[in-house]
C-alpha cells in the first residue's frame, strides 16, 4: 500500500502541478499581490480543483471529457477569465511591496478558474484511473486516492502563490515589479492556448 501511495505521488506531482492556468495564475497572483493577499484566490483554486477531483472519482469527468462542445466551452470560460487576470497582473500598480488589495481576485473566480479548467481534469484523470492504492478494495481505494491527490491539490497551491509572493519584495522597483508581473502575465497568456491544443475526448 505504501508503494503504491509513494509511485502515485510521484506520478501526481509533476502532472498536476505542473505549470498551467491555475498554477501560474497562483504564481502571477502572488508576485503581483503578496502572498497574504492571495489566500483567498488561492482557497478558490484549491476547492474548485478538489471537486474537479470528486466528479474524475464518481465518474462525472468522463461525460465533460466525451463532449467537445461542453469542453470547447470550459475551455473558452477558463481562457477569457485568464487573459483578464493577466491584464490585471500586468497592470498591478508597482513601486510598492504588494499592490492594493480591493484589486486583488477572490476566492469565486479561483474556484470557477479551477473547475472551468480542462487541463486539470486531464491531469487528475490521468493519475487517478491509473493507479490504485488498495487494490483488493474499490471504496478504500477511492478514498485513499481522494486523500493523497488532496494533498498534492494543497501543496502545489502553496508552494506556487508563495514562489510567486517571493517575488513581490521587488516590486518596490518600479522596473522591476513592473518586469516581473508582465513576465507572469505573459506565461499566463502562453497558457490559454495549451487549453485548446488538449485532446477532445488533461
Known amino acids: 500500500m505504501t508503494d503504491n501511495l509513494i509511485f502515485m505521488w510521484l506520478a501526481a506531482f509533476p502532472l498536476m ?4 492556468p491555475a498554477t501560474l495564475s497562483l504564481a502571477g497572483l502572488g508576485s503581483a499581490f503578496g502572498f497574504r493577499t492571495g489566500l483567498r484566490y488561492m482557497l478558490g ?7 474537479v477531483l470528486l466528479m474524475v472519482a464518481t465518474g462525472v469527468t468522463t461525460l465533460v471529457l466525451a463532449q467537445p462542445t461542453l469542453l470547447f466551452i470550459l475551455s473558452s470560460i477558463a481562457g477569457l ?11 498591478a500598480p508597482v513601486g510598492k511591496v504588494t499592490a492594493p488589495t480591493e484589486s486583488a481576485p477572490n476566492f469565486l473566480p479561483g474556484f470557477s478558474l479551477a473547475v472551468a479548467n480542462p487541463k486539470a481534469f486531464a491531469a487528475i484523470g490521468a493519475v487517478y484511473s491509473s493507479h490504485s492504492i488498495v487494490v483488493d478494495n474499490v471504496i478504500v481505494d477511492m478514498v485513499c486516492k481522494l486523500l493523497a491527490l488532496t494533498v498534492v491539490i494543497l501543496i502545489f497551491s502553496v508552494v506556487w502563490l508563495a514562489f ?8 518596490r522597483n518600479p522596473v522591476i ?3 516581473t508581473n508582465i513576465v507572469f502575465a505573459v506565461m499566463l497568456v502562453l497558457s490559454v492556448g495549451s487549453l485548446w491544443l488538449l485532446p477532445k475526448g488533461n
Open 45 to 51: 483554486i484549491i476547492l474548485g480543483t478538489i471537486v
Open 17 to 20: 502541478g505542473s505549470p498551467g
Open 164 to 171: 510567486g509572493a517571493a517575488f513581490s519584495k521587488y516590486l
Open 81 to 91: 477569465y485568464i487573459l483578464y487576470l493577466a491584464v490585471k497582473i500586468a497592470t
Open 177 to 179: 515589479g513592473r518586469m
